[in-house]
């Protein structure tokens, strides 16, 4: 198949989005920027796109897919509603939130997965919003990576991975946040957080009388468990370097990296303030600063994907997150991309 490029900063936006529309409209795939990760697109109402989502990503089918819609409202027609979820959209839409609704008919059980609830998001970005208008349809979308890899922040990651794959790929620069939506699961005025994101439980809990948070978040799944949201279970953004994850004080933690990095086959995810105390020549891959986790959001997947590409290394080291606002959704990814291996540096 061959896969149209459109760059959407410029002035034929309205073009590229209408062809795109177009296309989604005759069943096609078409990938686009939210503020997110990029997401890969079809008709939400299309069982059958729904499977040529699931043939291009190499996913398994019983994984669920998200349903993007415009407006909070525009969800009525797919999903059974309630205040809570309204209380949440007044909050969070458009924003980086997936919730988790009682579906209706009209979505079929190929786009949940086999699942009796659907996946609610309401992408604030403007080539999203566009595009779900200029359709007029629900969009169910997926990350747009190949499955195992890291979600894409940019372009150059989907051409990367569904280059052949898909219809168009609309371009729309770097996605701002760069992990993907939080998943809260409510039942009737209580909510279950499923994936960590943007929107901290802090956040959640400033609407919600009763959140709770799936010990899938931060634990390791047990042999044949069961889980809420059925993505959890499978090994996700795994690098082909091993990741290990380093927690402990500080200065020891730095000392341990220094030493490390003298061996050039070991690639670091290290903060900028560590990178003058590197050694020359240690294979550095920054993921902003220690404070700002922001900046780490928006470039982890990023410098996972950079270091694959230095085929020279054999090993990864990052920093453990800490598991407060923001820093959750990056603990969650990293033990993910670790295969929750996390080694505890002694002060020597
Ligand atoms: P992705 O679109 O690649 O970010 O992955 C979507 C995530 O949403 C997966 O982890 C799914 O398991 C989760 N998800 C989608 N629909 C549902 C649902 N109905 N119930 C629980 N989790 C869901
Ligand atoms: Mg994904």
Redesign the pocket.
């Known amino acids: 198949m061959e896969t149209k490029i459109y760059q959407v900063n410029s002035n034929n936006d309205t073009a590229a989005i209408k062809d795109a529309a177009d296309i989604l409209r005759r069943g096609g795939l078409v990938v686009f920027p939210t503020e997110t990760v990029y997401g890969l697109g079809g008709n939400a109402t299309d069982p059958e796109a729904a499977k040529a989502i699931y043939a291009a990503k190499g996913r398994p089918s019983d994984?669920?897919?998200?349903i993007h819609v415009a407006s909070p409202e525009d969800a009525e027609p797919y999903a059974v509603t309630s205040d809570a979820y309204y209380r949440l959209a007044r909050r969070f839409m458009p924003g980086p939130l997936?919730v988790?609704l009682p579906k209706k008919d009209t979505i079929p059980l190929s786009v949940?997965g086999g699942?009796e609830?659907?996946?609610v998001r309401c992408p604030a970005h403007p080539v999203a919003q566009e595009l779900i208008k200029a359709a007029g349809l629900p969009i169910a979308?997926?990350?747009a990576n190949r499955s195992g890899k890291p979600?894409p922040t940019c372009a150059a990651h989907v051409i990367e991975d569904l280059l052949g794959r898909v219809d168009v790929i609309l371009d729309g620069g770097d996605c701002e946040v760069g992990l993907?939506s939080t998943?809260v699961?409510l039942d009737g005025e209580s909510g279950v957080l499923?994936?960590p994101g943007a929107i901290t439980p802090e956040d959640l809990e400033s609407v919600l009388s009763d959140l709770s948070i799936s010990p899938a978040v931060t634990a390791a799944l047990r042999e044949g468990e069961r889980v809420?949201?059925?993505?959890?279970k499978y090994r996700h953004y795994a690098p082909s370097a091993p990741l290990t994850l380093l927690e402990g004080e500080e200065d020891a933690v730095r000392a341990f990296l220094i030493e490390k990095a003298n061996d050039h086959s070991i690639g670091i995810l290290c903060f900028e303030e560590e990178l003058p105390l590197m050694p020359e020549g240690a294979s550095l891959f920054p993921v902003g600063k220690r404070a700002d986790l922001e900046a780490q959001a928006h470039r982890l997947f990023s410098a996972l994907r950079d270091a694959d590409h230095a085929s020279h290394i054999r090993q990864l080291y990052a920093h453990l997150p800490s598991k407060t606002g923001l820093g959750l959704a990056l603990y969650n990814r990293a033990i993910r991309a670790a295969a929750h291996t996390i080694l505890h540096i002694d002060r020597t």
């Open positions: 994984n669920p897919l998200i997936t988790i949940t699942l609830t659907v996946a979308a997926p990350s979600s993907e998943i699961k499923l994936r809420l949201s059925p993505g959890m």
